[in-house]
């Protein structure tokens, strides 16, 4: 390989048909009295276009048609030929420089010889070693196009904003349960949105058990009592979620305040002190109707063998868990009521330190966030010790500032100009490198950007969960044998007997 040309931070890089690079690859560029080594990470590749070639293809094609050619070749020219119609153009990025000591920087970028410089692959493997990465607690990813394992650090994803994101059926959930499951293996507690219930058949082998997946179904095995939710959470939940009106509001507070006071605090004497309290009719129906909302969403019980506390399940589970809050068959309004529970009694939790910090896994966060919650999420409950990774097919469905504050993205592939234009102008890699690369991504294949990688693009392809795992789409076509098959009974007569044989 040779440097060819060189434009702002771009090199092009002249390759050999036998020199197998690929999307992604990264390359060093030596050249003697250069006390530095320049890196480039490959991000296109296409032929070398002269125009004497395009008249020896044309050439050729027209002699072969014809069957008139060159029979004998003592010099082998047309061996050469091949040759320069297979010269290949790379196009590159710089990436920084690795000096003669072994370490990588982002700066020192000089202009190389196209003479004197010479250009050898960089594995992916001693580019990360050179960053000075170390693993601690190793999470595996996968492999990269180098066929060198790849993995990241549990602490990269600690206190950290992460997103997943790709088109559909790239391989954005099973990554998600990959990091979800291998955190859960290093003692974290993670709970997942699950909104197409996939995670809580995680097998036990990779998680040590069954007992380390805790699936709760809001309305079934996650339901709360109004003390343990307590009167800010309620109030929260009125505001945000059931649109109370701020007189309405006031009264239900009084009412609660009333109950509490004489230690009778229940959703059943609730419901009775609304139907006698002294207050406008309009009152008493918007409160009658927000009180059945709740009652309905069967999140809520006065029964405290069926109801759930969070800090006595994370204790339970000394070691980790993954609690999956499953969120299929539920409604809209349930869904979010879920959500503002789990999300204000966490933060409540955590703010008193009853709880070690959490890792939050949101899987399609825009159906079920309200506005508000997005700045709480990247902000104010990060601070507090929820650390999120949001996982969606929807790009331009993340707010702009979810992208600036992000520290890793898992980027899977994109074809939409529109969903490209979203994730290059919120990420701090160049666009040509995303655009070009993305597109070509194979399934379960991604660009890893941030944080875990040193803020070194990284193409990886992410190993085969090796553990059991919900999610897959169901297809009509995938299995014939499981269809019922019609039965017909046909009379059959045997002598004077007739007997119905299913057929």
């Known amino acids: 390989m040779k440097v060819l040309t060189k434009d702002s931070d771009g090199i092009s890089v002249l ?62 020219v047309s061996h050469v030929s091949r040759i320069i119609r ?51 607690h190793k999470i595996d990813i996968g492999t990269t ?29 099973h990554l998600a349960k990959l990091l979800a499951s291998q955190l859960v293996e290093h003692g974290a507690y993670v709970f997942v949105f699950d909104v197409n219930d996939e995670y809580h058949a995680l ?44 007189v309405s509001l006031r009264e239900f507070l009084r009412i609660w305040d009333n109950l509490e006071s004489q230690d009778m605090l229940s959703l059943s004497r609730f419901g009775d002190a609304i139907r006698t309290w002294k207050c406008n ?14 009652v309905g969403s069967r999140l809520f019980t006065d029964n405290d063998d069926n109801a759930v506390t969070i800090e006595e399940s994370i204790a339970a589970h000394p070691r980790g868990g993954l609690f999956c809050i499953s969120l299929k068959r539920s409604g809209y309004s349930t869904r979010r009521l879920t959500i503002e529970i789990i999300l204000s009694k966490i933060l409540e939790l955590l703010e008193r330190s009853a709880i070690p910090p959490v890792f939050l896994f949101a899987e399609e966060a825009q159906l079920y966030l309200r506005e508000t919650s997005w700045d709480d999420l990247v902000t104010r409950m990060r601070h507090y010790g929820i650390f999120t990774t949001f996982i969606t097919n929807q790009p331009d469905a993340l707010r702009n500032n979810v992208y600036r504050q ?48 040193n803020e070194l693009p990284i193409v990886a392809r992410v190993s085969p969960l090796g553990l059991t795992a919900l999610g897959e789409t169901r297809l009509f076509f995938s299995d014939r044998t499981k269809i019922p098959q019609l039965l017909l009974a046909v009379p059959k007569t045997n002598g004077n007997q007739t007997r119905l044989s299913i057929e």
């Not at 690929?22 to 991000?43: F, K, T």
């Not at 939409?416 to 070509?440: F, P």
């Open 281 to 294: 009719g309009f009152v008493r129906e918007a409160l009658s109707s927000r009180y059945y909302a709740l």
């Open 86 to 136: 297979d010269l290949r153009v790379l196009g590159c990025k710089t990436r920084g420089s690795i000096a003669q000591n072994g370490s990588f920087s982002m700066g020192s970028i000089w202009l190389p010889s196209r003479a004197e410089s010479t250009i050898s692959s960089l594995s992916t493997h001693n580019l990360l070693k050179a960053s000075g990465r170390k693993l601690g």
């Open 145 to 173: 196009g180098d066929e060198h394992e790849f993995s990241v650090n549990a602490e990269d994803l600690d206190g950290c904003l992460s997103i997943i994101t790709g088109k559909k059926g790239s391989g954005k959930s």
């Open 406 to 453: 992000a520290d890793n993205i898992f980027l899977f592939n994109f074809t939409n100009e529109t969903d490209l234009d979203s994730i290059s102008n919120a990420s701090t890699v160049d666009r040509d490198t995303l655009r070009a690369i993305v597109k070509t991504l194979p399934t379960r294949s991604c660009v890893v950007l941030g944080r875990t990688v």
């Open 203 to 246: 097998a036990p082998e990779t998680i040590e058990g069954k007992s380390k997946v805790i699936r709760w179904k809001p309305g079934d095995s996650l339901r709360f009592t109004l003390p343990y939710i307590g009167k800010s959470s309620i109030s929260n939940l009125l505001t945000s979620v059931l649109e109370t009106p701020d």
């Open 15 to 76: 390759a050999f048909p036998d020199e197998k690079v690929n999307l992604g690859d990264y390359l060093l560029v030596h050249q003697v009295g250069q006390r530095e080594s320049l890196v480039l990470q490959v991000y296109e590749e296409g032929y070398l276009e002269l125009n004497s070639v395009t008249e020896e293809i044309i050439r050729e094609e027209l002699l072969s048609i014809t069957g008139e050619g060159i029979l004998h070749d003592p010099h082998d």
